[in-house]
């Protein structure tokens, strides 16, 4: 036991000195890339330099969960690779020490990575993304290139208390798409107006057309405050206080949001009608990405074992093979939840799936 409790200490101070030196690497080298990416726009004087600088490390947080599962599997190829390469491991398992015993210290290496990767996604993450939304607002021209797609929709919840909520928002024309007015929540509040579409007024909004789509005004009973009737207007004019323009969405990007807001803000998207797979697929994100570290543990420790010792460049070519894999089904079944080619659950899971069963097919082929 003794013994063992050495080799446990011996090989996860090996494994955590390269786990450090992979992880500022990766890191490192992310960064600088996409700031190298976005040199032309940088030095571009019509642009806001600092402020493209400031998004691009904002986005720090982000590339570090996508540095610590590469830092672990660079830390475990490379160590164990050394210790293969040095008879390290022949003398351990010809004192009894077998195979499964040794994947300790990397269980503990990679439960360390995916504790640091749910901390960062989850809190560092969403706060960097919402300071980065901060500045983009402040200088419009550090936005990168928009990406063409369905627009979100559009949630405001006014000064008194109104909410104005709407599958789609054009604010240079001031017009709305399936365009809700509720104020049931607030004191004295009389109704709430539905309509296909909307057009705002300076401070007003104009809800409904005169011809063919009328707005619809649900009345309350006074003392139940239970819908009692409603009414078909052609056209509603309501007086909103502010300029709904000037309004900020309530409705947010995934990356601003931690997963309890993720599940909330689903729930808003499905409530009016809008598909909510995105959301729910990035959701459930928020659980298995930790654990990337460990699939890449799993499968690198018995990987290593097979390869020619004296192959030094090795580790590094398995570790962008298997990082090209993994993150290749992490995009793809990605994609596939946004677009409910898979359920959200397992396009989030699906990565960890896989790698999960390539490593129970390479430890079975392993030595014990």
């Known amino acids: 036991m003794r013994l063992i409790r050495i080799v446990d200490r011996y090989i996860f101070s090996e494994a955590f000195g390269l786990f450090v030196l992979g992880f500022s690497g990766f890191l490192g080298f992310l960064v600088v890339n996409m700031l190298f990416l976005e040199a032309e726009n940088i030095l571009d004087p019509t642009k806001p330099g600092l402020a493209i600088v400031l998004r691009v490390l904002l986005d720090t947080p982000y590339f570090a969960t996508l540095a610590l599962p590469i830092s672990v599997m660079f830390a475990t190829?490379?160590?164990?690779?050394?210790?293969?390469?040095?008879?390290?491991l022949t003398a351990m398992f010809t004192n009894g020490v077998s195979l499964y015993r040794l994947l300790l210290p990397f269980l503990l290496l990679s439960g360390i990575a995916v504790g640091l990767s749910y901390y960062t996604n989850e809190y560092l993450a969403t706060a960097a993304a919402g300071k980065k939304?901060?500045?983009?607002?402040k200088y419009p021209g550090a936005r990168p290139e928009p990406v063409?797609?369905?627009?979100?929709?559009?949630?405001a919840k006014l000064d008194q208390g109104q909410f104005v909520t709407a599958t789609m928002?054009?604010?240079?024309?001031?017009?709305l798409t399936n365009v809700i007015y509720d104020d049931w929540a607030i004191e004295g509040g009389r109704a709430f107006v539905v309509a296909d579409y909307g057009q705002t007024d300076g401070r007003d909004l104009i809800m409904g057309q005169s011809a063919g789509s009328p707005a619809i005004v649900y009345e309350l009973d006074p003392t139940d405050r239970l819908c009692e009737k409603y009414i078909r207007e052609p056209t509603e004019r309501l007086s909103l206080g502010v300029d709904l323009k000037t309004q900020i969405t309530q409705m947010r990007t995934p990356q601003e949001l931690t997963q309890t807001e993720l599940a909330q803000q689903s729930r808003q998207k499905k409530a009016l009608g809008e598909n909510p797979a995105e959301d729910l697929t990035d959701f459930h994100l928020?659980?298995?990405?930790?654990?990337?570290?460990?699939?890449?543990?799993l499968v690198a420790m018995p990987l290593s074992l097979r390869a020619p010792r004296d192959e030094r460049l090795l580790g590094l070519i398995l570790c962008f093979v298997l990082g090209m894999i993994y993150y290749t089904i992490f995009f793809v079944s990605k994609l596939m939840g946004y677009n409910?080619?898979?359920?959200?659950?397992?396009?989030?899971?699906?990565?960890?799936?896989?790698?999960?069963?390539?490593a129970a097919v390479i430890f079975l082929f392993s030595r014990k």
């Open 340 to 358: 409910e080619v898979l359920p959200p659950w397992l396009a989030a899971w699906m990565k960890d799936i896989v790698f999960g069963l390539i």
């Open 77 to 88: 190829l490379m160590s164990m690779g050394r210790l293969a390469k040095d008879l390290e």
């Open 286 to 297: 928020r659980f298995s990405g930790p654990f990337a570290s460990l699939a890449f543990a």
């Open 148 to 155: 063409q797609g369905e627009p979100d929709p559009f949630i």
């Open 133 to 137: 939304e901060e500045i983009l607002l």
């Open 169 to 175: 928002f054009d604010k240079e024309q001031g017009r």
